[in-house]
């Protein structure tokens, strides 16, 4: 049974970053360090999944970002009660999906920007009774 795959982008060599790593680690799912030439390609290529290929480079980003690819859901909620535990948060995190399997982290990333920035943004009105 899978343990799942994690991608990780922009966590520069932190504390944050070997936190985030011994997570990883301690619940055996594995990950890679995305390299910002590699924004471009089809998270599914990077994921080493048959039928994707490489793609032209995109522009960069330099938020940190988390992609989690086929964890099983009691594991993914055991790695985001870790993080949490470890105070090691990314903002910007998403899990791969038949939808977005073929995205490049560019495109993920500005989609994943625009909500978190609308979340930020929204404020809750008042009930009034």
Known sequence: MSRGTVLLYNLRETEKRMGIKLCLFRL????????P???GHPLGYLLEQPGFVPAAAEESFDD???V???????LFSS???AL????VPVAL??????HNIAWSSAR?????????EAMSRKVKKPIHH
């Open 64 to 66: 940190e970002m988390m």
């Open 68 to 74: 989690l690819y086929d964890l099983p859901s009691a």
């Open 93 to 98: 995190k998403a899990v791969v999906t038949e």
């Open 79 to 81: 790695l985001l009660d």
């Open 28 to 35: 055996g799912i594995s990950c890679r360090d995305v390299p």
């Open 37 to 39: 030439e590699d924004f």
């Open 84 to 87: 949490r535990a470890a105070r």
């Open 108 to 116: 993920l990333h500005r989609e994943l920007a625009a909500e978190h």
